[in-house]
């Protein structure tokens, strides 16, 4: 199984231990991934997110969801190395 080919969030989340104990936050934002994730969760779109947090773009959500699925993939990929697959 490849890793997912969309490394694009890597220009929008940063992890800083200075900034929220290093949790994944948009960059120049104080807003965690895991908060928007949450909201998309919740049924929220992007334009009730966009218009809750003006300082966001379109892009910012999508870099959220690609850092999810990404992180996601790691600990799959690590579970079927664990289990010597």
Avoid: N
Avoid at 9 to 29: S, V
Avoid at 34 to 61: A, M, Q
Avoid at 66 to 71: H, I, N, R, V
């Amino acid at each position: 199984m490849q890793p997912p080919s969309d490394p694009f969030w890597k220009e929008r989340i940063i992890l800083d231990k200075a900034i929220l104990d290093g949790k994944p936050i948009i960059k120049d934002t104080r807003i965690l991934v895991e908060s928007v994730i949450g909201l998309l969760g919740r049924g929220w779109t992007e334009t009730d997110i966009l218009r809750d947090h003006p300082e966001l773009k379109p892009e910012d959500i999508r870099a959220c969801l690609s850092y999810s699925q990404d992180k996601r993939f790691q600990v799959f990929r690590k579970t079927m190395v664990d289990f010597g697959e």
